[in-house]
C-alpha cells in the first residue's frame, strides 16, 4: 500500500486531540468532541478489535450505536480519514520519493532479526522508519531492533530503492 511521504503542516496544526481512557480488562477507549460539538469514540479492546461508538447529543454518557469493524476495514477506514496532504515542495522541484508498507512474513529472513541486519539502507538507499506492530509503533527504529512475524516496516524512499527493501524483506 503507498502511502504519501509529505504530510500537510496546517493539517497537523489543526488536528483534534482525542482523550485516551483505559478500560481495565477491556482495552482502551479514545473520545473525540468534534469542532460541531459530536462525540465519537473508538473502542481499542485488548484482543485487537475495534468499535466505534456514536454518542447521543442528550446525554454524552448514552452511547447510542456503534459499529464493530475487523483488521481490515478499520485499516481501511483510517485511510479514508487521513486528508489528502498538500505537496507544496513539487511545485519547485522534482522529489520522487514513495512511501510503503512491507510485512515481515514467515517467510522473510528477518523474522526475529535485527534493523540492523538488513542493511538497508547501506544495500538500498530506501530507510525505515518506522515499524508497526499489533500493540503499536516504533517511529525511527535503532539498528538493535529486533523484528518478529507481523511487523510491517514504513520504508520511504525512491520507488527503486523501496522495491529493492521489499525483495530483501521477503528473502529475494
Do not use: W
Not at 15 to 31: E, F, M, N, S, V
Amino acid at each position: 500500500m503507498q502511502t504519501p511521504a509529505i504530510a500537510d503542516r496546517s493539517i497537523m496544526d489543526q488536528q483534534a486531540r482525542p482523550t485516551k481512557t483505559t478500560l481495565p480488562g477491556i482495552g482502551t477507549r479514545y473520545d473525540l468532541i468534534t469542532e460541531g460539538g459530536k462525540h465519537v469514540s473508538v473502542v481499542v479492546r485488548n484482543d485487537g478489535r475495534r468499535f466505534l461508538g456514536f454518542h447521543d447529543p442528550e446525554d454524552d454518557d448514552n452511547c447510542k450505536d456503534s459499529v464493530p469493524l475487523d483488521p481490515g476495514e478499520a485499516a481501511a477506514l483510517a485511510q479514508l480519514l487521513i486528508p489528502a496532504p498538500l505537496d507544496p515542495v513539487r511545485g519547485e522541484i522534482e522529489i520522487d520519493l514513495v512511501t510503503e508498507h512491507i510485512p515481515i512474513t514467515a517467510k522473510s529472513p528477518y523474522g526475529g532479526r535485527t534493523l540492523g541486519d538488513t542493511q538497508a539502507r547501506s544495500r538500498t538507499g530506501a530507510s525505515i522508519v518506522a515499524v508497526l506492530r499489533r500493540t503499536g509503533a516504533t517511529p525511527s527504529p535503532t539498528p538493535d531492533f529486533r523484528f518478529a512475524i507481523g511487523d510491517t516496516l514504513v520504508v520511504v524512499g525512491t520507488r527503486e530503492g523501496v522495491d529493492a527493501v521489499a525483495d530483501l524483506i521477503a528473502g529475494g
